[in-house]
C-alpha cells in the first residue's frame, strides 16, 4: 500500500473534491495506515445494524463510516473489531467513543473515534445503512473513497490511486 495523503491532496487538488477529517479524530486501532471504499451507517445510539453487517458482510477493501452524533457510548469494542478483522474490514471511522482500546490497539483493523467512553447502550433503536452522513464539516456517502494515515484522513468521491 503505497500512497500519502499530503501526495493525493497536492496531485488531485485541482481535479477532484478532497475532504479531510477533522484532527480530532484518533486511532485505537493497530492499523495505522488503510484506504478503501466507504460504507456509511447511521446510528441512534444502538450498534445493532453496525454489529450484523461487521459479521455477515465482506468487509475486503471496505472502510466503515458510523455517525451516532457523538453520543457518550462505546459503539466498538474488542468484540465488534474481531468481527471486522475476521470479515476483512480495513477500519472502522466513528464520530462517536469507543471502548476496550487495551485490546482494539492490538487489531490489526483501522479505528478511529473521538474518544473513549465505557460504557455502552443496551436500548436497541434503529440504525439505517447506506445513507448519506455529515458531520464536523464533512459529507460522506457510500461508494467514497477513504485513503489514511499519519497525516490524517481524506475521503473523495471516487478511487483515486
Do not use: H
Request: one cysteine or more; proline letters at 1%; glycine letters at 8%.
Amino acid at each position: 500500500m503505497s500512497f500519502s495523503t499530503a501526495d493525493i491532496c497536492d496531485n488531485f487538488k485541482d481535479q477532484e473534491k478532497i475532504q479531510v477529517l477533522s484532527p480530532k479524530f484518533k486511532n485505537y486501532g493497530k492499523k495505522t495506515k488503510f484506504q478503501g471504499e466507504v460504507v456509511t451507517i447511521k446510528l441512534d445510539k444502538s450498534n445493532w445494524i453496525l454489529i450484523s453487517t461487521l459479521k455477515e458482510e465482506n468487509g475486503e477493501g471496505k472502510v466503515v463510516v458510523v455517525d451516532v452524533d457523538q453520543e457518550f457510548y462505546g459503539i466498538v469494542g474488542d468484540k465488534l473489531m474481531a468481527f471486522a478483522k475476521k470479515n476483512n474490514y480495513e477500519a472502522i471511522i466513528i464520530n462517536g467513543y469507543v471502548r476496550d482500546i487495551d485490546e482494539t490497539k492490538d487489531i490489526n483493523v483501522g479505528l478511529l473515534a473521538i474518544g473513549t467512553c465505557p460504557q455502552r447502550n443496551f436500548e436497541k433503536t434503529q440504525g439505517f445503512k447506506d445513507v448519506e452522513l455529515n458531520f464536523e464539516g464533512i459529507t460522506v456517502n457510500s461508494g467514497d473513497y477513504i485513503y489514511a494515515d499519519c497525516d490524517g484522513v481524506i475521503i473523495t468521491s471516487k478511487k483515486l490511486i
